[in-house]
């Protein structure tokens, strides 16, 4: 019988030293958990940040591409009356031909007035080149953005998920370090009662 106590002693102690080294690994698995969770609580930051800072841009372009319709819509406005100044200086120097000398002055000015027309109508038709073109750019920026955004929201949903999940590990390698613990205890019990007791057996 005491032979037999002290084969379990020794195997007592044995699972002491294993449980005890069980419990060191539990301990650094959730010191690794602790520091994943930190990371992934940083990396969720950034991203949320940059789909907010994403919004804000697709916003801007919005509005950009608001104010180039109003460019747009101004400078048809412009032309329309170019075309309208135009079509009046004409009819002024018909009728200054008709005027005969009197109306020599006036058919100058009526030409000043139709070269004006023309600058403008002219000025006119750039800007709205210059809108078409800004528009294009617009339209290929906030597809662009569209883009990173649906990116940024799924790296959101990811970063959460994994949060998640190394919430939910942190909470079992806690459970398992608790258990651990009490299973060390346990066996140092164990261990303590079989030295006691294999010199009474003598």
Do not use: W, Y
Not at 13 to 24: C, F, H, I, P, Y
Not at 45 to 55: F, I, K, Y
Not at 99 to 128: S, Y
Not at 162 to 186: F, G, K, N, Y
């Amino acid at each position: 019988l005491a032979g037999h106590l002290g084969g379990l002693r020794e195997r007592g102690d044995r699972l002491r030293g294993e449980v005890s080294t069980a419990g060191e690994v539990v301990t650094g698995l959730q010191q690794a958990f602790a520091q994943i969770a930190d990371v992934a609580a940083r990396a969720s930051g950034t991203a949320v940040e940059a789909d907010e800072r994403s919004r804000a841009s697709a916003s801007t372009v919005e509005r950009l591409s608001t104010t180039m319709a109003e460019i747009d819509a101004i400078a048809t406005n412009i032309s329309a009356i170019a075309d309208q100044t135009n079509l009046l200086a004409l009819n002024a120097t018909i009728e200054a031909a008709r005027a005969g000398d009197a109306g020599k002055g006036f058919a100058v000015v009526a030409g000043e007035v139709k070269e004006l027309a023309g600058e403008t109508a002219r000025a006119t038709e750039r800007i709205r080149r210059v809108v078409d073109s800004v528009r294009d750019d617009v339209q290929q920026a906030g597809a662009s953005l569209g883009g990173v955004q649906a990116v940024l929201q799924d790296v959101v949903a990811a970063q959460a998920s994994i949060a998640a999940a190394v919430t939910e590990q942190d909470a079992a390698t806690a459970a398992a370090r608790t258990a651990v613990s009490c299973a060390v205890q346990e066996a140092e019990l164990v261990s303590r009662g079989l030295t006691h007791l294999a010199p009474a057996l003598d």
